[in-house]
């Protein structure tokens, strides 16, 4: 059985910064690319950045220059450095894993931690 956990989420002025963590768990033998997603309400989920485990990444354009992710692949987790945030951050954001589990490759994801970006 795997896990994602995330961690990190909350209340922050505009303008402020949160640091996500998510870390994966459990029945894994390998870890390939992670990434972060995020559903505002009434909105439909969405990618906010991806990194493969080589580390090569890519954004959204709504956050680029803002936002940093990054990997400790001996730990299997998947960090979100969020900078200069706005109210149309806010969010639920979500971890995502695909990985090798002694069953099969598959992609997991993490229950979801909120964020919300308000004065």
């Known amino acids: 059985q795997v896990q994602l956990v995330e961690s990190g989420g909350g209340l922050v002025q505009p303008g402020g910064s949160l640091r996500l963590s998510c870390a994966a768990s459990g029945d894994i033998f390998r870890v390939y690319a992670m990434a972060w997603y995020r559903q505002a309400p009434g909105k439909q989920r969405e990618l906010v950045a991806h990194i493969t485990n080589g580390g090569t990444t890519n954004y959204a354009d709504s956050v680029k220059g803002r936002f940093t992710i990054s990997r400790e692949n001996a730990k299997n987790t998947v960090y979100l450095q969020m900078n200069s945030l706005k109210p149309e951050d806010t969010a639920v954001y979500y971890c995502?894993?695909?990985?090798?589990?002694?069953?099969?490759?598959?992609?997991?994801w993490g229950q979801g931690t909120q964020v919300t970006v308000s004065s």
């Open positions: 995502n894993a695909a990985l090798l589990s002694s069953a099969s490759i598959d992609n997991y």
